[in-house]
């Protein structure tokens, strides 16, 4: 079956750097859209970036020109690159195909962004 595991979250000072990771199985993950999304607390789950089987990227304007969204098709892996990390970013970060699959979205990584 389709399933995400993200990692690489933890707590972090604010103007630090963290980098996700997301593994992806049960589909051929170089054809698919996948995107990154979080959810803080009392907050419904909102996309952060998106990527293209080719690379082309989105980002919502809270998270340009600090945050990188990349994949690596042959490792079925795509990554998030946070920097200059803000404590508005505190949230728990999944990964999952764009649009996303509802029931697959894995335990996600916690990020929070605190002195």
């Known amino acids: 079956q389709v399933e995400f595991v993200a990692s690489g979250g933890g707590l972090v000072e604010p103007g630090g750097s963290l980098r996700l990771s997301c593994a992806a199985s049960?589909?051929?993950?170089?054809?698919?859209?996948m995107g990154w999304y979080r959810q803080a607390p009392g907050k419904e789950r909102e996309l952060v970036a998106r990527?293209?089987?080719?690379?082309?990227?989105y980002y919502v304007d809270s998270v340009k020109g600090r945050f990188t969204i990349s994949r690596d098709n042959a490792k079925n892996t795509v990554y998030l690159q946070m920097n200059s990390l803000k404590p508005e970013d505190t949230a728990v970060y999944f990964c999952?195909?764009?649009?996303?699959?509802?029931?697959?979205w894995g335990q996600g990584t916690q990020v929070t962004v605190s002195s």
């Open positions: 990527t293209t089987s080719g690379g082309s990227m």
């Open positions: 049960g589909f051929i993950f170089s054809i698919y859209r």
């Open positions: 999952n195909k764009y649009p996303p699959i509802l029931e697959s």
